[in-house]
């Protein structure tokens, strides 16, 4: 039976026979897996999903978490759920052997997270939370950190959050205030608050783990004086067990549009409520050298920033698949050129501008996930190079494609979601229908993990331009070759192969332009519709890469492979037309608004 959350066809086709990712078993870090034990991990992933997360989807968003003023109470599901993910040692399934992990390809491991994410993102969250979290530990911790704190989460027993945000600074760190004050023990004593914590308190583990940005007294001003802080819930005793209560404590729960199912918190750090060791502040242990935290929070945050972009196909995806079930099954209507009205009505998947909806959908998730699991690809050419070569360019690649990794599945598979409610007419605005609350939990993504504005602002302003554009050259060629290919082949590829190297060598010309005009002002103000241009042609590319896949093979699923490329190439890529003509012009319409005038 096929399932509604994910496309498993559609997975083996982007993992086996496009990524071809069981080749990665020939290289000596993933040579203990083999085909067969990629496919396992995605199997398990699919069944425990279907069987703990999607049994509680509805009934968590329903019945959110809540607060007494002493505790926090989580429907019980949340916890079965946690503790099968555990149970299975999945937590460390793409972490190194050595730290206890399964070492399976990241491309793999993305994959089998999706399958969580389309069935219950609000409490796949806090995996992907703790995952992130003990990731950046097993590369920036101490010894004695990883025992304390990466071990547990790896177990299960410890979950982890990344606290960042403060209710007066938002997205803008250097603004922050939480201070860290230095202990003649070594620990730091931290007093401040944090604003948007998702799963910052709960009772499902017996600890949490907050890794907390902060500045210690006398450090450089703005991003360059924040450290990064091991904050937990509990101390640690020495011998592992948990100890004494933190200075830590849940101000209150935000109560969110979607994803509600994840706690989403204000924490204060050191407001006195608990005095551990009879000294008020929450203690914390610094991670790696003081005034670093940003470039180790980044570690944490290009990973999240991923995840993200994946949750945002995976809602999409689901979404999508819910939505062609629905148009099946809906009798409504009859043809436009049937005579007799009291002919049988026929489904609403035979309608044009269903088609027209569905194929949108099908274009927008499967090229977004065709597009995150290639980035997930990247890292893992980068972890297991066979020369200095292929790590540059992979890890050259990967961080510029990052910012289109979050962002365009964070717009286009919302959209897809939105698509997928209209489908079902006024049901899908009902709580009757999964469509509605999928658009909810997605809507969270454009802000997840940094705006499409600040996304922006790191593809056009730092990304693009870094090491005199190596990185856009890169991509150039890679799609380059692609076009090479399409166009041996002849026919319809030949043709959207030239439509993508025209797009191509326009957006080259256009960002050289930008760069050359000497008005940073001007060609940064419409950054956000350059990483949408940008997104798109990339996303073209990666269709171009499917259907080159596809050539030649027979079946329903390739010729819905082709109907779905056939359509972004002629109603999605020429949308950067006029996207690249107003870049060119370094229009300056949003620079020049007034406050007054609004």
């Given at each position: 039976?096929?399932?509604?959350?994910?496309?498993?066809?559609?997975?083996?086709?982007?993992?086996?026979?496009?990524?071809?990712?069981?080749?990665?078993?020939?290289?000596?870090?993933?040579?203990?897996?083999?085909?067969?034990?990629?496919?396992?991990?995605?199997?398990?992933?699919?069944?425990?999903?279907?069987?703990?997360?999607?049994?509680?989807?509805?009934?968590?968003?329903?019945?959110?978490?809540?607060?007494?003023?002493?505790?926090?109470?989580?429907?019980?599901?949340?916890k079965q759920a946690w503790d099968a993910?555990?149970?299975?040692?999945?937590?460390?399934?793409?972490?190194?052997?050595?730290?206890?992990?399964?070492?399976?390809?990241?491309?793999?491991?993305?994959?089998?997270?999706?399958?969580?994410?389309?069935?219950?993102?609000?409490?796949?969250?806090?995996?992907?939370?703790?995952?992130?979290?003990?990731?950046?530990?097993?590369?920036?911790?101490?010894?004695?950190?990883?025992?304390?704190?990466?071990?547990?989460?790896?177990?299960?027993?410890?979950?982890?959050?990344?606290?960042?945000?403060?209710p007066q600074a938002g997205s803008s760190l250097a603004d922050i205030l939480t201070r860290a004050e230095?202990?003649?023990?070594?620990?730091?004593?931290?007093?401040?608050?944090?604003?948007?914590?998702?799963?910052?308190?709960?009772?499902?583990?017996?600890?949490?783990?907050?890794?907390?940005?902060?500045?210690?007294?006398?450090?450089?001003?703005?991003?360059?004086?924040?450290?990064?802080?091991?904050v937990p819930k509990f101390l640690v005793d020495a011998d592992g067990s948990v100890g004494e209560r933190n200075d830590v404590v849940l101000a209150g729960l935000n109560h969110k549009m979607g994803q509600r199912g994840i706690t989403n918190t204000l924490l204060n750090f050191g407001e006195g409520k608990f005095t551990p060791g009879g000294k008020p502040g929450a203690v914390g242990y610094l991670v790696g050298e003081p005034h670093r935290g940003i470039v180790y929070m980044f570690t944490m945050m290009n990973e999240a920033r991923l995840l993200v972009g994946m949750a945002a196909v995976a809602l999409g995806y689901?979404?999508?698949?819910?939505?062609?079930?629905?148009?099946?099954?809906?009798?409504?209507?009859?043809?436009?050129?049937?005579?007799?009205?009291?002919?049988?009505?026929?489904a609403i998947v035979e309608h044009a501008d269903v088609k027209r909806m569905l194929l949108a959908q099908k274009a927008y998730v499967e090229g977004g996930m065709a597009l995150q699991l290639y980035c997930a690809r990247l890292i893992d050419l980068t972890n297991s190079a066979e020369s200095d070569e292929e790590r540059d360019t992979s890890a050259m690649l990967l961080d510029l494609l990052t910012p289109v990794g979050k962002s365009w599945p964070s717009q286009w598979c919302v959209e897809a979601n939105n698509l997928a409610i209209q489908v079902h007419g006024g049901y899908g605005y009902t709580r009757e229908y999964d469509v509605e609350q999928h658009y909810r939990d997605n809507r969270l993504n454009p802000i997840h993990e940094g705006t499409h504005g600040i996304q922006s602002l790191d593809l056009l302003g730092r990304k693009v331009p870094a090491?005199?554009?190596?990185?856009?050259?890169?991509?150039?060629?890679?799609?380059?070759?692609?076009?090479?290919?399409?166009?041996?082949?002849?026919?319809?590829?030949?043709?959207?192969?030239a439509a993508l190297d025209a797009t191509w060598q326009r957006l080259a010309a256009v960002t050289a332009a930008m760069f050359g005009s000497g008005d940073v002002e001007a060609a940064m103000a419409n950054s956000v519709i350059y990483l949408e241009a940008?997104?798109?042609?990339?996303?073209?590319?990666?269709?171009?890469?499917?259907?080159?896949?596809?050539?030649?093979?027979?079946?329903?699923?390739?010729?819905?492979?082709?109907?779905?490329?056939?359509?972004?190439f002629r109603y999605e890529l020429p949308k950067t037309g006029p996207q690249l003509d107003l870049l060119e012009s370094l229009d300056r319409t949003t620079l020049d608004m007034r406050e007054g005038w609004f």
């Open positions: 039976m096929n399932s509604n959350l994910l496309s498993r066809r559609d997975l083996d086709f982007l993992l086996f026979e496009w990524l071809r990712v069981d080749e990665l078993t020939e290289r000596a870090r993933f040579a203990e897996h083999s085909r067969e034990t990629l496919k396992g991990a995605l199997e398990l992933c699919e069944q425990l999903a279907a069987r703990y997360f999607a049994n509680h989807n509805k009934k968590s968003d329903a019945d959110e978490p809540s607060f007494d003023g002493e505790k926090v109470t989580v429907i019980d599901e949340v993910f555990a149970d299975a040692d999945l937590l460390g399934m793409s972490m190194d052997n050595e730290l206890g992990g399964a070492q399976l390809p990241f491309t793999v491991a993305e994959a089998c997270f999706a399958w969580f994410a389309a069935a219950n993102i609000a409490t796949t969250g806090y995996l992907m939370l703790t995952i992130a979290n003990a990731n950046l530990l097993s590369r920036f911790g101490t010894a004695e950190q990883l025992d304390n704190f990466f071990k547990p989460m790896l177990a299960g027993r410890f979950s982890g959050t990344m606290a960042l945000s403060e230095p202990q003649d023990d070594g620990t730091y004593r931290l007093f401040g608050s944090k604003m948007w914590i998702s799963g910052g308190d709960h009772e499902f583990t017996d600890n949490i783990v907050h890794l907390v940005l902060a500045k210690i007294p006398g450090g450089p001003p703005g991003t360059k004086g924040i450290s990064l802080f091991i689901t979404g999508y698949l819910k939505s062609l079930q629905y148009a099946r099954e809906r009798p409504q209507g009859r043809p436009l050129t049937a005579g007799d009205p009291t002919a049988p009505q026929i090491r005199g554009g190596a990185a856009l050259t890169a991509l150039g060629e890679a799609v380059g070759r692609s076009v090479a290919t399409a166009t041996e082949h002849g026919g319809e590829l030949a043709e959207q192969a940008f997104g798109h042609i990339v996303v073209a590319w990666i269709w171009l890469e499917q259907l080159i896949a596809a050539h030649g093979r027979d079946g329903d699923f390739y010729d819905g492979k082709r109907a779905a490329g056939r359509y972004f």
